[in-house]
């Protein structure tokens, strides 16, 4: 059966493909890493993936409900890689590509945060 919640996994699948996608691009374009620093640049990321995952399907999951923790997420990361880019773009508005390294460097430090969040716990 198709719900919402299969929907909202099915999602979240894209957009981690598409993270460690461009991420990759990224690390091996823009920060100069070969291709096995860069892998081993994902590992802290992967591990607080497979930490929060559990943490929040055994302990936060029954006490709030689906809901609020999707909401929640969406909403705290969204603000943090709005913030992150138009403070870029405040600071760097000069260049012909200022609009997309902007874009990545607030995905960068949504990404960041979120790992922080999820080693946490």
């Known amino acids: 059966m198709l719900t919402i919640g299969s929907l909202v996994a099915g999602v ?11 991420l990759a691009d990224y ?13 081993l640049a994902f590992l802290p990321m992967i591990g607080c993936i497979l930490v929060s995952s559990n943490t929040s399907s055994i302990v936060t999951l029954p006490r709030f409900g689906p809901w609020v923790l999707i909401a929640t997420g ?15 773009l405040a600071a760097h508005h000069a260049g012909r590509f200022a609009a997309e390294v902007a874009a990545t460097h607030g995905y960068t430090v949504a990404f960041t945060v979120s790992a922080g969040l999820f080693a946490s716990g």
């Open 27 to 39: 690390f091996q374009l823009i920060k100069g890493y070969s291709p096995v620093t860069c892998g």
């Open 12 to 22: 979240a699948g894209i957009a981690i493909f598409g993270i460690f996608l461009f």
């Open 74 to 88: 969406t909403a705290t990361l969204s603000t943090v890689a709005l913030t992150a880019t138009t403070s870029y």
